[in-house]
């Protein structure tokens, strides 16, 4: 499923590099979003020339939005997402699907590489990872403990799911959070995570992830910058609920404190002196599992320290 929304750059290599691939047996929802730069037009021309295209236009209402509504559309056994700016290498579904089938896991992973006009630079593990299946607690592990596992992304794009893990007991789609701008979507693997019992990981880079200025994460909209903050509150509260080890939500907490920097950092240059106490009191409160998952890297509690003590 791709959500689609002004990329016009970008649309026309990530829609072929889904028509291309080896695996074809696809079902390719493109979810307009109320484009008006072209894409409403690139996704139409794909649409008329295969028809493995299922596209829907509609008014903007957001990223998680257009998701919902792809999810109405789906009718195949397995579910998979790309983002609109992004490409894939040629044989990614099918390397995924036979990991998946092969192994009878629930869940299939690949690595993935971030792109720029310059180069394109392969996301590498600095530690090894299991090979063969994991379960549910090596894959929550893996994903969050960034630093060690920087391949393994809780990004739900490079990835391929069994509808049923998607889904809630009623067999109903788990819906995309519409209210979180930034972040959605890391929520949304959360609680795909949660119904996994068996994953397998290729480790291959087969992902390309388009770093672009313009994208969500690096905007100077100071409407966005308590979703960096919440979605991690959010993760973190959803797994303590559903009993999820401290050994894996020690790592949530150390981002948290990451993203309360960004935003702190974002805030003082902006004189926002109300999202910066925000993210400072955010710092503050997993400051014990932040030094305690850094000691390898003092620089981290130094920029820590040094943003604390920002003051407006």
Same mark, same amino acid.
């Given at each position: 499923?791709?959500?689609?929304?002004?990329?016009?750059?970008?649309?026309?290599?990530?829609?072929?590099?889904?028509?291309?691939?080896?695996?074809?047996?696809?079902?390719?929802?493109?979810?307009?979003?109320?484009?008006?730069?072209?894409?409403?037009?690139?996704?139409?021309?794909?649409?008329?020339?295969?028809?493995?295209?299922?596209?829907?236009?509609?008014?903007?209402?957001?990223?998680?939005?257009?998701?919902?509504?792809?999810?109405?559309?789906?009718?195949?056994?397995?579910?998979?997402?790309?983002?609109?700016?992004?490409?894939?290498?040629?044989?990614? @579904?099918?390397? &995924?699907?036979?990991? %998946? $089938?092969?192994? =009878?896991?629930?869940?299939?992973?690949?690595?993935?590489? #971030?792109?720029?006009?310059?180069?394109?630079?392969?996301?590498?593990?600095?530690?090894?990872?299991?090979?063969?299946?994991?379960?549910?607690?090596?894959?929550?592990?893996?994903?969050?403990?960034?630093?060690?596992?920087?391949?393994?992304?809780?990004?739900?794009?490079?990835?391929?799911?069994?509808?049923?893990?998607?889904?809630?007991?009623?067999?109903?789609?788990?819906?995309?959070?519409?209210?979180?701008?930034?972040?959605?979507?890391?929520?949304?693997?959360?609680?795909?995570?949660?119904?996994?019992?068996?994953?397998?990981?290729?480790?291959?880079?087969?992902?390309?992830?388009?770093?672009?200025?313009?994208?969500?994460?690096?905007?100077?909209?100071?409407?966005?910058?308590?979703?960096?903050?919440?979605? @991690?509150?959010? &993760?973190?509260?959803? %797994? $303590?609920?559903? =009993?999820?080890?401290?050994?894996?939500?020690?790592?949530? #907490?150390?981002?948290?404190?990451?993203?309360?920097?960004?935003?702190?950092?974002?805030?003082?240059?902006?004189?926002?002196?109300?999202?910066?106490?925000?993210?400072?009191?955010?710092?503050?409160?997993?400051?014990?599992?932040?030094?305690?998952?850094?000691?390898?890297?003092?620089?981290?509690?130094?920029?820590?320290?040094?943003?604390?003590?920002?003051?407006?």
């Amino acid at each position: 499923m791709i959500p689609v929304y002004n990329t016009k750059p970008y649309l026309t290599r990530c829609l072929q590099s889904v028509a291309d691939q080896t695996y074809d047996n696809l079902e390719i929802i493109c979810i307009d979003d109320g484009s008006t730069d072209g894409s409403e037009q690139i996704v139409d021309e794909f649409a008329s020339k295969d028809a493995r295209f299922v596209v829907r236009h509609q008014k903007n209402g957001g990223e998680s939005n257009a998701r919902n509504a792809g999810l109405d559309l789906l009718t195949g056994d397995y579910v998979t997402f790309v983002d609109c700016d992004d490409w894939l290498e040629p044989k990614m @579904y099918e390397i &995924l699907v036979e990991a %998946l $089938e092969k192994n =009878g896991v629930d869940m299939s992973a690949c690595g993935y590489s #971030k792109d720029t006009n310059e180069k394109i630079e392969p996301a590498v593990n600095i530690d090894l990872v299991k090979t063969g299946i994991w379960n549910q607690h090596d894959l929550m592990l893996y994903v969050y403990k960034r630093d060690s596992y920087r391949a393994v992304t809780g990004y739900i794009w490079c990835k391929l799911y069994k509808k049923e893990i998607l889904q809630d007991a009623a067999k109903q789609w788990i819906r995309f959070n519409e209210d979180i701008v930034l972040g959605g979507d890391i929520l949304y693997f959360a609680e795909a995570a949660l119904n996994t019992k068996k994953a397998i990981y290729v480790d291959k880079t087969l992902y390309h992830y388009i770093q672009r200025g313009s994208s969500g994460f690096h905007s100077q909209d100071e409407s966005k910058w308590k979703d960096m903050i919440l979605t @991690y509150q959010m &993760l973190l509260s959803r %797994l $303590e609920q559903a =009993g999820i080890s401290e050994d894996i939500l020690i790592w949530i #907490k150390r981002f948290l404190v990451y993203r309360g920097e960004v935003v702190a950092e974002l805030a003082f240059k902006n004189n926002n002196s109300e999202i910066l106490k925000m993210s400072q009191n955010v710092m503050q409160q997993y400051k014990l599992e932040y030094f305690a998952t850094n000691q390898d890297y003092p620089e981290r509690i130094e920029l820590f320290n040094r943003i604390i003590n920002y003051r407006l």
